[in-house]
Protein backbone atom coordinates (compact mmCIF):
# COMPACT_ATOMS: atom_id res chain seq x y z
CA UNK A 1 0.00 0.00 0.00
CA UNK A 2 1.23 3.70 -1.10
CA UNK A 3 -0.21 6.76 -0.92
CA UNK A 4 0.04 9.73 -3.37
CA UNK A 5 0.22 13.69 -4.08
CA UNK A 6 -1.76 15.29 -6.55
CA UNK A 7 -2.09 19.04 -6.69
CA UNK A 8 -0.42 19.57 -3.62
CA UNK A 9 -2.72 17.28 -1.86
CA UNK A 10 -1.47 13.98 -0.14
CA UNK A 11 -3.92 11.27 -0.56
CA UNK A 12 -4.02 10.91 3.39
CA UNK A 13 -6.12 14.27 3.55
CA UNK A 14 -9.21 12.22 2.57
CA UNK A 15 -8.61 9.13 4.71
CA UNK A 16 -7.93 7.43 0.75
CA UNK A 17 -5.78 3.77 1.16
CA UNK A 18 -3.81 2.97 -2.03
CA UNK A 19 -2.45 1.23 -4.38
CA UNK A 20 -0.51 1.17 -7.35
CA UNK A 21 -2.51 -0.49 -10.42
CA UNK A 22 -0.45 -0.23 -12.92
CA UNK A 23 2.44 1.69 -13.63
CA UNK A 24 4.56 1.31 -17.01
CA UNK A 25 8.31 0.81 -17.01
CA UNK A 26 8.21 2.36 -20.55
CA UNK A 27 5.97 4.49 -22.26
CA UNK A 28 5.00 3.57 -25.84
CA UNK A 29 7.36 4.38 -28.62
CA UNK A 30 5.44 6.96 -31.46
CA UNK A 31 6.71 4.92 -34.41
CA UNK A 32 7.51 6.85 -37.28
CA UNK A 33 7.16 4.59 -40.10
CA UNK A 34 5.83 4.05 -43.76
CA UNK A 35 4.10 1.62 -45.84
CA UNK A 36 5.92 1.31 -49.25
CA UNK A 37 3.41 -0.62 -51.78
CA UNK A 38 5.86 -3.65 -52.93
CA UNK A 39 7.90 -3.94 -49.90
CA UNK A 40 7.17 -6.16 -46.57
CA UNK A 41 6.93 -4.97 -43.55
CA UNK A 42 7.30 -0.74 -42.71
CA UNK A 43 10.38 1.38 -44.05
CA UNK A 44 11.53 2.77 -40.53
CA UNK A 45 12.70 6.44 -40.23
CA UNK A 46 14.27 5.52 -36.91
CA UNK A 47 14.01 8.13 -33.87
CA UNK A 48 10.32 7.89 -32.82
CA UNK A 49 9.25 10.32 -29.66
CA UNK A 50 7.35 8.87 -26.55
CA UNK A 51 3.24 8.84 -26.12
CA UNK A 52 1.60 9.54 -22.56
CA UNK A 53 2.17 7.06 -20.43
CA UNK A 54 -1.03 6.06 -18.17
CA UNK A 55 -0.98 5.49 -14.38
CA UNK A 56 -3.69 3.86 -12.59
CA UNK A 57 -3.77 3.78 -8.78
CA UNK A 58 -6.24 1.68 -6.92
CA UNK A 59 -8.07 4.09 -3.94
CA UNK A 60 -10.35 2.70 -0.89
CA UNK A 61 -12.10 4.41 1.85
CA UNK A 62 -14.61 4.31 4.14
CA UNK A 63 -17.70 6.56 6.25
CA UNK A 64 -20.00 5.78 8.91
CA UNK A 65 -23.16 6.04 6.21
CA UNK A 66 -24.08 6.18 2.74
CA UNK A 67 -24.58 9.92 3.10
CA UNK A 68 -21.23 10.23 4.42
CA UNK A 69 -20.18 8.20 1.84
CA UNK A 70 -21.00 9.95 -0.66
CA UNK A 71 -20.41 13.08 0.18
CA UNK A 72 -16.20 11.88 0.68
CA UNK A 73 -16.85 10.70 -2.76
CA UNK A 74 -17.37 13.78 -4.51
CA UNK A 75 -14.69 15.58 -2.16
CA UNK A 76 -12.63 13.13 -3.97
CA UNK A 77 -13.71 13.97 -7.32
CA UNK A 78 -13.18 17.60 -7.07
CA UNK A 79 -9.67 17.24 -6.08
CA UNK A 80 -8.85 15.00 -8.80
CA UNK A 81 -10.56 17.40 -11.45
CA UNK A 82 -7.79 19.54 -13.55
CA UNK A 83 -8.20 21.04 -16.85
CA UNK A 84 -4.06 21.72 -16.67
CA UNK A 85 -1.35 19.35 -16.22
CA UNK A 86 -0.73 19.10 -12.52
CA UNK A 87 2.16 17.33 -10.00
CA UNK A 88 1.43 13.78 -8.74
CA UNK A 89 4.15 12.16 -6.32
CA UNK A 90 4.11 8.55 -6.33
CA UNK A 91 4.91 7.62 -2.77
CA UNK A 92 7.65 5.15 -3.20
CA UNK A 93 9.75 7.88 -5.58
CA UNK A 94 8.13 11.37 -3.25
CA UNK A 95 11.95 12.95 -5.06
CA UNK A 96 10.41 12.51 -8.63
CA UNK A 97 6.81 13.96 -9.97
CA UNK A 98 4.50 13.54 -13.32
CA UNK A 99 2.74 16.44 -15.12
CA UNK A 100 -0.64 14.56 -14.90
CA UNK A 101 -4.12 14.97 -15.26
CA UNK A 102 -7.55 12.50 -14.94
CA UNK A 103 -9.24 12.66 -18.69
CA UNK A 104 -11.14 9.32 -18.93
CA UNK A 105 -13.21 10.11 -15.84
CA UNK A 106 -13.86 8.10 -12.70
CA UNK A 107 -16.31 5.23 -11.89
CA UNK A 108 -16.82 5.38 -7.72
CA UNK A 109 -18.09 2.05 -6.54
CA UNK A 110 -19.77 1.94 -3.45
CA UNK A 111 -20.99 -1.03 -0.56
CA UNK A 112 -22.61 -0.88 2.74
CA UNK A 113 -20.46 2.43 3.82
CA UNK A 114 -17.33 1.20 1.57
CA UNK A 115 -16.28 3.22 -1.56
CA UNK A 116 -13.15 2.15 -3.87
CA UNK A 117 -12.20 3.30 -7.76
CA UNK A 118 -9.90 2.92 -10.43
CA UNK A 119 -8.05 6.39 -10.59
CA UNK A 120 -6.03 6.42 -14.17
CA UNK A 121 -3.78 9.60 -14.85
CA UNK A 122 -2.70 10.51 -18.20
CA UNK A 123 1.09 11.83 -17.26
CA UNK A 124 3.73 13.47 -19.97
CA UNK A 125 6.57 10.57 -20.77
CA UNK A 126 8.93 11.62 -18.25
CA UNK A 127 9.29 11.91 -14.38
CA UNK A 128 10.87 15.19 -13.31
CA UNK A 129 13.03 15.85 -10.30
CA UNK A 130 10.72 17.37 -7.13
CA UNK A 131 12.70 20.61 -7.17
CA UNK A 132 15.39 22.29 -9.40
CA UNK A 133 18.71 23.04 -9.12
CA UNK A 134 18.25 26.97 -9.01
CA UNK A 135 16.44 25.96 -5.75
CA UNK A 136 18.08 26.05 -2.31
CA UNK A 137 15.74 23.54 -0.25
CA UNK A 138 17.12 22.83 3.32
CA UNK A 139 17.51 19.71 4.86
CA UNK A 140 13.49 20.09 6.43
CA UNK A 141 11.45 20.21 3.42
CA UNK A 142 9.59 17.36 1.80
CA UNK A 143 10.42 18.09 -1.72
CA UNK A 144 14.64 17.71 -1.43
CA UNK A 145 15.44 14.97 -3.99
CA UNK A 146 16.90 12.89 -1.11
CA UNK A 147 16.63 9.37 -3.50
CA UNK A 148 18.13 11.68 -6.49
CA UNK A 149 22.53 11.08 -6.48
CA UNK A 150 22.61 14.86 -6.03
CA UNK A 151 24.37 17.28 -3.62
CA UNK A 152 22.63 18.25 -0.90
CA UNK A 153 23.86 22.01 -1.47
CA UNK A 154 21.88 21.84 -4.73
CA UNK A 155 22.71 25.74 -5.69
CA UNK A 156 26.36 25.87 -4.60
CA UNK A 157 26.51 22.45 -6.91
CA UNK A 158 25.40 24.54 -9.78
CA UNK A 159 26.62 28.11 -9.91
CA UNK A 160 29.90 29.53 -10.51
CA UNK A 161 31.66 32.56 -10.92
CA UNK A 162 34.16 34.01 -14.22
CA UNK A 163 35.88 36.93 -14.79
CA UNK A 164 37.27 35.38 -17.98
CA UNK A 165 37.09 32.14 -19.93
CA UNK A 166 35.73 29.63 -17.30
CA UNK A 167 34.92 26.04 -17.63
CA UNK A 168 32.56 24.43 -14.91
CA UNK A 169 31.69 20.86 -14.75
CA UNK A 170 28.12 19.98 -13.41
CA UNK A 171 26.25 16.84 -13.54
CA UNK A 172 22.64 15.95 -14.76
CA UNK A 173 21.41 13.16 -12.88
CA UNK A 174 18.33 12.31 -14.98
CA UNK A 175 18.43 9.80 -18.19
CA UNK A 176 17.13 12.20 -20.61
CA UNK A 177 18.66 15.04 -22.24
CA UNK A 178 17.49 18.59 -21.43
CA UNK A 179 16.73 21.20 -24.34
CA UNK A 180 14.11 22.85 -27.14
CA UNK A 181 13.04 19.17 -27.71
CA UNK A 182 11.86 18.07 -24.34
CA UNK A 183 8.24 17.89 -23.38
CA UNK A 184 5.96 20.95 -22.33
CA UNK A 185 6.89 21.12 -18.46
CA UNK A 186 10.56 20.95 -18.67
CA UNK A 187 13.32 23.71 -17.71
CA UNK A 188 16.94 24.60 -18.46
CA UNK A 189 17.98 28.10 -17.68
CA UNK A 190 21.41 29.78 -17.25
CA UNK A 191 20.98 32.87 -15.42
CA UNK A 192 24.03 35.23 -15.94
CA UNK A 193 24.26 38.34 -13.48
CA UNK A 194 27.08 40.77 -13.52
CA UNK A 195 28.41 42.73 -16.73
CA UNK A 196 29.85 41.95 -19.18
CA UNK A 197 31.14 43.80 -23.22
CA UNK A 198 31.06 40.63 -24.90
CA UNK A 199 29.62 37.11 -24.00
CA UNK A 200 29.56 33.36 -25.30
CA UNK A 201 28.31 30.08 -23.51
CA UNK A 202 29.58 26.41 -25.04
CA UNK A 203 28.15 23.35 -24.03
CA UNK A 204 27.63 19.86 -25.77
CA UNK A 205 29.58 21.27 -29.09
CA UNK A 206 26.69 24.37 -29.16
CA UNK A 207 27.63 27.64 -28.28
CA UNK A 208 25.20 31.02 -27.63
CA UNK A 209 26.99 33.98 -28.37
CA UNK A 210 25.11 37.45 -26.78
CA UNK A 211 26.34 40.58 -28.82
CA UNK A 212 25.34 43.34 -27.30
CA UNK A 213 27.23 45.24 -23.78
CA UNK A 214 25.22 44.80 -21.23
CA UNK A 215 24.74 44.49 -17.15
CA UNK A 216 22.03 43.57 -14.88
CA UNK A 217 20.41 39.52 -15.15
CA UNK A 218 20.13 37.64 -18.22
CA UNK A 219 18.08 34.51 -18.82
CA UNK A 220 18.76 32.41 -21.19
CA UNK A 221 15.41 29.76 -21.79
CA UNK A 222 17.22 26.59 -24.00
CA UNK A 223 13.71 24.82 -23.71
CA UNK A 224 11.51 27.76 -24.38
CA UNK A 225 14.48 29.12 -26.64
CA UNK A 226 14.28 32.52 -25.62
CA UNK A 227 16.17 35.24 -23.84
CA UNK A 228 15.45 37.96 -21.89
CA UNK A 229 17.99 40.79 -19.71
CA UNK A 230 16.05 42.39 -17.12
CA UNK A 231 12.65 40.66 -18.56
CA UNK A 232 13.00 42.45 -21.55
CA UNK A 233 13.35 39.98 -24.84
CA UNK A 234 17.05 40.19 -26.26
CA UNK A 235 16.28 37.53 -28.81
CA UNK A 236 17.49 39.76 -31.44
CA UNK A 237 20.97 39.90 -29.89
CA UNK A 238 21.55 36.21 -30.24
CA UNK A 239 23.83 34.76 -32.93
CA UNK A 240 25.41 31.13 -32.84
CA UNK A 241 22.84 28.36 -32.55
CA UNK A 242 20.04 29.72 -32.40
CA UNK A 243 18.28 27.02 -34.13
CA UNK A 244 18.89 24.83 -30.79
CA UNK A 245 19.93 26.66 -28.08
CA UNK A 246 21.90 24.61 -25.44
CA UNK A 247 21.49 21.30 -24.57
CA UNK A 248 22.18 19.77 -21.26
CA UNK A 249 22.95 15.40 -21.77
CA UNK A 250 22.33 13.05 -19.11
CA UNK A 251 25.63 12.46 -16.84
CA UNK A 252 28.83 15.13 -16.68
CA UNK A 253 28.30 18.44 -18.57
CA UNK A 254 30.94 20.81 -19.10
CA UNK A 255 29.86 24.53 -20.01
CA UNK A 256 32.40 27.31 -21.20
CA UNK A 257 31.78 30.16 -20.69
CA UNK A 258 34.23 33.29 -22.27
CA UNK A 259 34.32 37.21 -23.73
CA UNK A 260 35.52 40.20 -22.07
CA UNK A 261 34.66 42.91 -19.30
CA UNK A 262 33.45 39.87 -17.93
CA UNK A 263 32.25 39.88 -14.47
CA UNK A 264 29.54 37.15 -13.82
CA UNK A 265 27.59 34.96 -11.89
CA UNK A 266 26.08 32.14 -13.70
CA UNK A 267 23.67 29.85 -12.35
CA UNK A 268 22.71 26.35 -14.37
CA UNK A 269 19.05 25.97 -13.38
CA UNK A 270 17.72 23.02 -14.59
CA UNK A 271 14.92 20.29 -13.46
CA UNK A 272 16.13 16.49 -14.31
CA UNK A 273 14.08 14.23 -15.89
CA UNK A 274 14.14 10.10 -16.19
CA UNK A 275 12.14 7.85 -18.36
Known sequence: MMGFEYKGIDSSIYGIICKSVSRPLLPAVRMRTAIINGRSGVYDFGGGDYETRQITMHIFYAQSNLYGLRAKSREISAWLSSSTWARLIIGDEPDKYYAARVVNGVDFKSLLATGEADITFECQPFAYMATDTGNDPTWEEADFPWITNIPWNMVRSYQFTATGTKNFTFDNPGTQEIGCNSPQGSKFNLIVS??????????????????????????IDNVEMEVKLDGVNKLSKLDGDIDSF??????????????????????????????
Do not use: R
Open 246 to 275: LIAIPGENTIEINGTGLNVNVTIDFTPIWL
Open 194 to 219: GNWTTLAISLNGKTIEYTEAGSGTLI
